[in-house]
């Protein structure tokens, strides 16, 4: 009878304890299996948009190596609807370098720096927004268009310190600027291993400069 009457007791209280907190316990669950829900849609949302974006870089990736005149078309299709739509991802910033190479090779320059100036706007994507900058840094000397080009080249990341001074070089020689040239490109070669391919191009540039 006694522990039937302890029974009751425990019975009583753990009413009383679900009565007081019960509500709450199942809106925390509540919220919990949402959150969890919600958490394996969004990674489903986001591995459905990654599959999209990379089936416009392989069709970029395709258009580009046709090298053809039609092929120009295609690229510029596919690439603008990686920056259109799925600008964030990381097909994105990779297509804008292959197309603007592609489209360089075909003699669109206007076409390629478009890609370049793009991504080279772009904080969103600190490992590749430096090697657009350098290489529209490029396309720009090309263009005869030296301060622009200098431009794209201020305040290097350090990884492209000594490939910038070399670009900044090229640029200063063709606006006939010698010894400017000479301090970027000794400041380029002071940054290369004795290993680093680079040196030697960055050593004849040297050499031709002071007539050796």
């Given at each position: 009878?006694?522990?039937?009457?302890?029974?009751?007791?425990?019975?009583?209280?753990?009413?009383?304890?679900?009565?007081?907190?019960?509500?709450?316990i199942?809106?925390?669950?509540?919220?919990?299996?949402?959150?969890w829900?919600?958490?394996?849609g969004?990674?489903?949302?986001?591995?459905?948009?990654?599959?999209?974006?990379m089936?416009?870089?392989?069709?970029?990736?395709?258009?580009?190596?046709?090298?053809?005149?039609?092929?120009?078309?295609?690229?510029?299709a596919?690439?603008?609807?990686?920056?259109?739509?799925?600008?964030?991802?990381?097909?994105?910033a990779?297509?804008?370098?292959?197309?603007?190479?592609?489209?360089?090779?075909?003699?669109?320059?206007?076409?390629a720096?478009?890609?370049?100036?793009?991504?080279?706007?772009?904080?969103?994507?600190?490992a590749?927004?430096?090697?657009?900058?350098?290489?529209?840094?490029?396309?720009?000397?090309?263009?005869?268009?030296?301060?622009?080009?200098?431009?794209?080249?201020?305040n290097?990341?350090?990884?492209?310190?000594?490939?910038?001074a070399?670009?900044r070089?090229?640029?200063?020689?063709?606006?006939?600027?010698?010894?400017?040239?000479?301090?970027?490109?000794?400041?380029?070669l002071d940054?290369?291993?004795?290993?680093?391919?680079?040196?030697?191009?960055?050593?004849?540039?040297?050499?031709?400069?002071s007539?050796?």
């Amino acid at each position: 009878m006694a522990y039937d009457l302890e029974e009751q007791e425990q019975l009583d209280a753990l009413k009383a304890w679900w009565a007081r907190y019960g509500t709450l316990i199942m809106a925390l669950v509540t919220i919990a299996v949402l959150a969890w829900g919600g958490w394996w849609g969004w990674k489903a949302y986001q591995n459905h948009r990654a599959n999209q974006a990379m089936g416009y870089f392989e069709a970029l990736e395709d258009a580009a190596r046709l090298g053809s005149t039609d092929s120009a078309v295609r690229i510029k299709a596919a690439i603008s609807t990686l920056r259109d739509d799925y600008a964030a991802t990381g097909y994105a910033a990779r297509g804008a370098l292959v197309a603007a190479q592609a489209l360089a090779q075909q003699k669109d320059l206007d076409g390629a720096r478009q890609q370049l100036e793009w991504l080279a706007s772009q904080s969103k994507h600190p490992a590749l927004q430096p090697v657009a900058r350098e290489r529209l840094a490029g396309l720009l000397l090309d263009q005869k268009q030296y301060d622009a080009a200098l431009a794209q080249l201020n305040n290097p990341p350090a990884a492209f310190a000594t490939l910038y001074a070399d670009r900044r070089g090229d640029i200063l020689a063709a606006q006939g600027k010698p010894e400017e040239a000479r301090k970027a490109w000794q400041t380029a070669l002071d940054g290369l291993s004795a290993a680093d391919p680079l040196r030697q191009a960055v050593q004849l540039k040297l050499d031709a400069l002071s007539g050796a």
